[in-house]
């Protein structure tokens, strides 16, 4: 069961993504207790999470602004995702079995069913839902947070410097990498299918 701070979290994490509010913008308990017609600590306890996340920083006796990241940070996690990803398929590439496979296939499907092309935030939901998936078929706990959290950085970066400047041919773009790489995994072409992967990432950075 969705508790009210986790309902408190999750919208005021959307309305960041999806450009409601600007890195001037002030956020205080006060408005946010009236906009979501609750009480002070869910609210609070929202707040702080979000801080701790990185998203947003507080100004005392003020509010909470949002933490804003350089273009540089974005590069750096794109740098690390694409040393990352393709290295961790390569090696774990015997790990993968065929009801994987299915999966991402699947899962690839409803994305291109379901998703808002003209939304960015469902376009980056998707994109972040199929390369996770893929990292849960190593079975390393550990590689899966990092790769997490480096997408969670990422859309935040590319957020407020992007999101204005959206266009549906990137989700087109996206699919259709997605779909090149099902291809080779199904194959079993472990080169290309790294490549791909390098690819997907490498088309990002040059976005």
């Given at each position: 069961?969705?508790?009210?701070?986790?309902?408190?979290?999750?919208?005021?994490?959307?309305?960041?993504?999806?450009?409601?509010?600007?890195?001037d913008d002030i956020l205080n308990e006060k408005n946010l207790m009236l906009k979501y017609n609750i009480s002070k600590a869910p609210v609070r306890d929202a707040l702080i999470e979000l801080c701790n996340e990185g998203v947003l920083r507080s100004i005392p006796r003020l509010g909470y602004v949002m933490v804003s990241y350089s273009k540089e940070y974005l590069d750096g996690i794109?740098?690390?995702?694409k040393f990352l990803e393709p290295t961790y398929l390569e090696e774990n590439w015997d790990r993968i079995t065929d009801e994987d496979i299915?999966?991402?296939?699947?899962?690839?499907?409803?994305?291109?069913?379901?998703?808002?092309?003209?939304?960015?935030?469902?376009?980056?939901?998707t994109n972040m839902d199929f390369h996770l998936t893929l990292a849960s078929f190593y079975h390393d706990e550990y590689f899966y947070e990092i790769l997490e959290n480096a997408f969670q950085k990422q859309m935040l970066v590319f957020s407020q410097y992007y999101w204005n400047n959206w266009r549906r041919e990137v989700f087109d773009i996206y699919s259709h990498q997605h779909s090149e790489f099902l291809s080779y995994l199904k194959s079993r072409d472990r080169k290309k299918a790294v490549l791909e992967l390098r690819k997907d990432i490498e088309y990002f950075m040059k976005g």
């Open positions: 069961m969705t508790t009210l701070r986790q309902k408190v979290y999750n919208s005021i994490k959307l309305d960041i993504v999806s450009g409601k509010y600007s890195r794109l740098k690390l995702r299915s999966k991402l296939e699947s899962l690839h499907r409803k994305h291109l069913e379901e998703a808002c092309r003209e939304d960015p935030v469902s376009y980056w939901n």
